[in-house]
């Protein structure tokens, strides 16, 4: 008999539309091989919608706050029901850009100079820009501290900085970045296998949230990345040891900048989509495996403690 996977999708966060396509991918697969599915918000009729279902596995198809942040994941832990990706630790160190980039720093991997800014009712914006000159230089990249597919994140100049910040101020805290040209290179780590990279060549002016998800973005995905081996054994090696040290499990995909032959490790995903346009399944089909076999293996890899 095919297992039962209830798959969590939409949930509350900026990312709930790209969550809502995970799922339905993901369950339309599953569908094929005849599994016996349900798609399940995180309200509060879950824990019921679980009891009811009495799923084998819960597959965490959420995205950004509560559902890739470790809250999800302490639930379903509560509850002793096996589930996909990262436990609590792991995700709530990986969503949070501030923790995360500490620990990189720790296992000395190379990632973006910053500073970390809260918001008060007196900022002096000219002071802050001063720092900035002093510490980064411009432009710089400012975004939340813990929202995910580039949401709300911003390259600013001298010029413009001031107009992007007061779009962040809802989040009280923020991170002001170095700015890194050069290609976007992604790797996708999974359990313990270097999977494989993609380079991103977008339209764009960085890949961000539309150009993540929007069809007519055009973004260009390069596989193989055209790099000397040596360096992309370079970053498959970083991004192992980054999911190592958080303490990742299952798939994770890390997103870096290579410029002047160095990887800038920007962050660690810790649930990659998995939509048409998604990255680790494109990355898994060259190496082939196909979606529904990385599904599966998903599956096979889900346990109750993570």
């Known amino acids: 008999m095919k297992k039962k996977i209830l798959i969590l999708a939409g949930g509350f966060s900026k990312e709930r539309e790209i969550s809502i396509i995970t799922a339905r991918s993901v369950n339309n697969e599953l569908k094929k091989k005849n599994y016996l599915t349900k798609i399940c918000e995180p309200d509060g009729t879950l824990?019921?919608?679980?009891?009811?279902?009495?799923?084998?596995?819960?597959?965490?198809?959420?995205?950004?706050?509560?559902?890739?942040?470790?809250?999800?994941?302490?639930?379903l832990e509560i509850e002793k029901i096996k589930y996909t990706h990262s436990g609590p630790l792991a995700?709530?160190?990986?969503?949070?850009?501030?923790?995360?980039?500490?620990?990189?720093?720790?296992?000395?991997?190379?990632?973006?100079?910053?500073?970390?800014?809260?918001?008060?009712?007196?900022?002096?914006v000219n002071n802050l820009k001063k720092k900035i000159k002093k510490k980064l230089r411009f432009p710089v990249v400012i975004k939340p501290l813990n929202e995910g597919s580039s949401v709300e994140v911003y390259i600013c100049n001298n010029n413009n900085f001031k107009k992007n910040l007061i779009k962040l101020e809802s989040y009280k805290e923020i991170l002001i970045e170095e700015y890194i040209p050069g290609r976007e290179i992604q790797v996708a780590i999974m359990g313990k296998r270097k999977l494989g990279a993609i380079e991103l060549k977008p339209k764009r002016q960085f890949y961000d949230y539309k150009a993540k998800y929007n069809k007519n973005a055009q973004t260009k995905h390069l596989i193989p990345v055209n790099i000397e081996k040596k360096y992309l054994n370079k970053a498959l090696d970083i991004s192992l040891k980054a999911h190592t040290a958080i303490g990742c499990r299952g798939v994770t995909r890390s997103d870096f900048k290579f410029y002047k032959n160095k990887f800038y490790l920007l962050e660690i995903n810790t649930q990659p989509g998995m939509t048409s346009l998604s990255l680790v399944p494109e990355i898994a089909k060259y190496q082939n495996i196909?979606?529904?076999?990385?599904?599966?293996?998903?599956?096979?890899?889900?346990?109750v403690y993570r």
């Open 47 to 75: 824990i019921k919608n679980i009891k009811k279902f009495k799923p084998n596995v819960v597959f965490n198809a959420l995205h950004g706050r509560y559902g890739e942040d470790g809250y999800i994941q302490s639930l």
């Open 91 to 124: 995700s709530s160190i990986a969503i949070n850009k501030l923790i995360s980039k500490k620990i990189f720093i720790k296992n000395k991997i190379l990632t973006p100079k910053y500073i970390k800014l809260k918001f008060k009712n007196n900022l002096n």
């Open 290 to 303: 196909s979606f529904i076999e990385l599904i599966e293996w998903m599956i096979k890899d889900a346990s």
